[in-house]
């Protein structure tokens, strides 16, 4: 994590520190709006309107009810980092409330620069750039229930999951060719432009797994020297992935369950065998799980067989099948695609403005949004009640026994 942190800070510093003749030319611009990536290791781009004093929209992948002031609800709404669904037992819960209390209260973003917090406070006072990210006139999310979870809304939020999907383009004459030398079942397998390449170990089970299977392999992968590539296995460094998800012969999608894909692959719908390798995919692969949509496989821990016995269990199971094509078919029955629900909201911000759709929620500090000052209030009373009753009992009780041993004494 001290790595992606680095990372982050050396980032922060290049766009609004060094990057100084662009920023000027922002300045001069007319900009009304700024559409800004919403993903929390990167918030300081939320710098970038900040300086320029306009409004912006958000755009995330990632669910944060502290900076979208929606209601706090972890016992039904799983964290984006933990691997649960909304199903949740005892201990899931703990374990997803403690992390909903550790983001808020510590924080998982990295700190920006004191330098750069000095100077662009001559553009308004902010203590963090969480702060300013509170104020985006409009999220969109890029998720969607028939995929993801149900959980709770405020106007100012639009879920457009699968930006990305849209039907098929025309192949190329490669693939075309490919298709029709197969002439059967195909698998197509992607882990992402940022995955391209594994370690030697990972990548040799990979193939022996493909190369146990029946059906064609389509493997998006580089560093392909020195490996044994299978008579059934198509390796490219790069694929239309939509494109060939279209394709009736793609029968299983092996995906490392980047949110675009997971969204391509029920657009099209196509079974997937969930194989996540950090941050948020592992809550994807999750989801896939529970909704019947595929089979998760431990990346780092499977055996060729695991793999082999995966894929075969989808491409002959018709329930996986059945329940991502009924998901593709919710999916597409909307009046508006996910781009257009995203063009909607920003031209509706543009020309009204986005004050009447935001929630005071999001200004609140911890305390009040959680209700501690009411709840710690009904507590003092309940106690000072209770000690006053307490009290009163004793007083009633002496002043009884009082009474009774004074009318004993006069008896005898």
Known sequence: MSDINDKVKASATTLLIENEASLAELDEADIDIAVVDGTFMTDFKYLVPHRLGVPFVSVSDFFDPWHTGVPWLPSFTPYWLLPYSHEMNFLERMKNTALYFYVRLVGISPKVSPEIVAKYSEFGSFSSPGEISAKSKLWILTSDPVLDYPKPMMPNMIEAGG??????????????????????????????????????????KLLTAFGQLKQTVIFRFKNKDELTIPANVVISDWLPQNDLLANPNIKVFVTHCGNSGQFEAVYHGVPMIAMPIFGDQFYNAQRVHYRGYGI????????????????????????????????????????????????????????????????????????????????????LCFVVGALVSCRIIKCAFGVFFSRLDHNKSKTQ
Request: aromatic letters at 8%.
């Open 296 to 379: 998760f496989v431990d990346t780092f821990n499977f055996q060729p067989d695991d793999l082999v016995s995966a894929i075969n269990r989808v491409s002959h199971d018709p329930s996986y099948k059945q329940k991502i094509v009924k998901a593709s078919e919710i999916f597409r029955d909307r009046p508006e695609t996910p781009v257009q629900r995203a063009v909607s909201g920003i031209e509706h911000i543009l020309k009204h403005g986005g004050d009447h759709l935001q929630s005071h929620s999001s200004k609140m500090p911890l305390h009040q949004f959680l209700l501690l000052d009411v709840l710690a209030a009904a507590l």
């Open 163 to 204: 930006i990305s999907t849209k039907p098929a383009k025309p192949l190329d004459p490669m693939w075309t060719e490919m298709f029709q030398r197969s002439a059967g079942d195909i698998v197509l397998v992607s882990f992402g432009s940022v995955v391209s390449s594994f370690p030697e170990e990972t990548a040799t």
